[in-house]
């Protein structure tokens, strides 16, 4: 055989070899995802929401979340995720590539009612779980989040649009909005009521605690836009701070972009998918 042939037979060995080792790494490779998952195109999260139903406690069990008090994680289409994590508010930066999902440090609120240990325990477990993720799936309405060892650590359940709790015909009363550029989240001042309802013909009104005030809006599933937000000129003194959070309620009001309903609670979400607004239905 002449040099030629021993050169193209070199090659193809090589090339053999090449392959092999693509292969064994395709196998052994160090994400810890079994193989039959690494060709798998994940369900996007951008744009959904979901309830905790289960989470892996610190001995290894994995347990429900407390009755009332499920923590809700909203996904936004701009690497933000915002929620509830039972009773405070919290929000982080996510990325995810594929299958494989990385939570930044969340920053939440920090308010527990007195007799509530265990709602507290249960958002500072959520939390240390909701960093430790590495990798998702979503079976149905389900949503798991693993792990870097493949375990699970958070099972949530797809949040739907409630039937009972309208956007229209519902007048909802803020509970929290955000501060700060986004960076906090503070409550109304007590002894102010502040007020969002909209009307079927294509106009939102309320109290901004001080002043009415009224807008133009469109709505589809999940979007809203607000336009051109007209309010009444009087100035209250008390209580102290009145003012100028009504100027930062109809700011943040202007930003809309985007809405969840979850049970009672009407969370408003701006362009970068942060939940600026948060709401209770009125009884």
């Known amino acids: 055989m002449g040099r030629d042939g021993h050169n193209t037979l070199a090659k193809a060995a090589f090339l053999i070899i090449v392959a092999a080792c693509l292969v064994s790494v395709g196998y052994s490779g ?8 690494a060709g798998r195109v994940a369900e996007p999260l951008a744009g959904t929401a ?8 610190d001995n290894g069990s994995v347990i429900a979340s407390q009755n ?3 923590p809700l994680i909203i996904f936004g289409e701009s690497g933000t995720l915002t929620g509830s994590a039972g009773c405070n508010l919290y929000s982080a930066t996510y990325r995810i590539n594929g299958s494989a999902i990385s939570v930044e440090p969340v ?12 709602l507290s325990q249960q ?6 779980l909701l960093v430790a993720a590495a990798s998702y799936r979503v079976e149905g309405d389900e949503l798991v989040i693993s792990g870097p060892s493949g375990k699970e650590l958070l099972v949530f359940l797809r949040a739907e649009q409630p039937e009972s709790v309208p956007l229209l015909a519902t007048t909802w009363q803020l509970t929290r909005y955000t501060t700060g550029g986004g960076s906090a989240v503070a409550s109304p001042i007590p002894g102010t009521n502040v007020t969002l309802a909209f009307d ?16 133009p809006y469109r709505v589809n599933e999940t979007g ?4 051109r937000v007209i309010a009444t000129k009087a ?6 701070g009145i003012m100028e959070q009504e100027g930062a309620y109809l700011d943040l009001l202007r930003s809309a972009a985007g809405y969840r309903i979850v049970g009672g609670t009407l969370a408003v979400i701006d362009g970068n998918g942060r939940a600026i607004l948060f709401y209770k239905a009125e009884p």
């Not at 809203?224 to 336009?227: K, L, N, P, Q, T």
């Open 50 to 57: 979901w309830n905790l139903i289960a989470f892996r406690a």
């Open 30 to 37: 160090g994400t810890g995802m079994p193989p039959d998952d």
């Open 107 to 118: 920053v939440a609120t920090a308010a527990y009612p007195a007799s509530e240990q265990g």
């Open 235 to 240: 100035s209250c003194s008390e209580p102290a």
């Open 200 to 215: 079927p013909d294509g106009t939102l009104s309320g109290s901004a605690g001080c002043n009415a005030y009224s807008a």
């Open 68 to 70: 009332g008090a499920e």
């Open 123 to 128: 958002e500072s477990r959520y939390r240390e």
């Open 224 to 227: 809203i836009a607000v336009e």
